[in-house]
């Protein structure tokens, strides 16, 4: 990841207003093909998008269209939410959603509600540009099937939650949440995981949920929890930096072969 990346915040826009010149172009996004490509992956993968405004007002939502010939996208949106009508109200709003180790960000101008039979939309001006960043900040590897978490649902401490481990680093881990699970939400603090990432490695430690992503694998209802690691001991630093190490090598291995 740049470095002039690294201290963005999960769930914030970047502040783009401190980047200039070959700086921004570095993140910037602007030929057309590019930017329904990447708004067309938003849609496909029900990713959510954090949308916020100047004023404050905050909304989570997903990417329902994108229409190149009227130059007009599609929000999922509650008309009766407080918050959307502030957003309406605002008349733009910054949008920041995540594919995988990528971070995008882009603003919405034109904001307006638009009505259906049976739902109602947030449209807006589709957006000439998109920034990108790279978020990972440590090589992550590939976990086997057999890897799990074991922790409580922070919504209710007495349902137990065994949820695949589907890849790690030393700074975190991405775990999947089926869609029978209650949903959990980016900023919540997960304590006391425990991963078991194979039969010698065994970590017990505290969570931090940077985001959440839908619509990967076969089953688009299945949600990816992007964790960060609250703190690990010297101990845990050393197993895990060991699995991934290992781990590392097997991949190059069977490559090789």
């Known amino acids: 990841m740049s470095p002039r990346a690294s201290h963005f915040e999960a769930t914030q826009p970047a502040p783009l207003s401190t980047l200039s010149g070959r700086t921004i172009d ?3 996004v602007d030929h057309p093909v590019d930017v329904m ?13 954090q949308l916020s405004a100047p004023g404050g007002a905050a909304y989570t ?13 599609s929000l999922d949106a509650d008309a009766a939410n407080p918050q959307i009508r502030a957003l309406v109200e605002a008349g733009e709003a910054t949008a920041v959603a995540y594919l995988d180790a990528i971070k995008l960000q882009f603003d919405l101008r034109g904001l307006m509600i638009a009505h259906g039979h ?5 449209q807006a001006i589709l957006p000439d540009v998109l920034y990108r960043f790279q978020r990972r900040e440590f090589f992550r590897v590939r976990t086997r099937d057999s890897a799990v978490a074991h922790l409580r649902h922070p919504a209710s401490r007495s349902e137990m939650l065994t949820l695949r481990v589907l890849d790690v680093s030393v700074g975190g881990c991405a775990l999947q949440l089926p869609a029978d699970a209650a949903p959990i939400a980016p900023g919540t603090s997960l304590d006391g995981v425990r991963l078991e990432l194979d039969a010698d490695t065994l970590l017990i430690a505290p969570l931090v949920v940077q985001h959440v992503s839908g619509g990967f694998g076969s089953n688009t209802r299945v949600s990816r929890l992007g964790c960060s690691f609250a703190r690990l001991d010297g101990t845990a630093q050393r197993s895990l930096q060991r699995y991934i190490d290992l781990t590392q090598r097997r991949e190059k291995f069977l490559l090789l072969g």
């Open 118 to 122: 049976n739902a109602s939309a947030l």
């Open 26 to 28: 570095e993140f910037r």
């Open 37 to 49: 490509a990447l708004l067309r992956r938003l849609v496909a993968g029900a990713v959510l998008v």
């Open 61 to 73: 939502s997903t990417l329902w269209a994108v229409d190149a010939q009227a130059r007009r996208i």
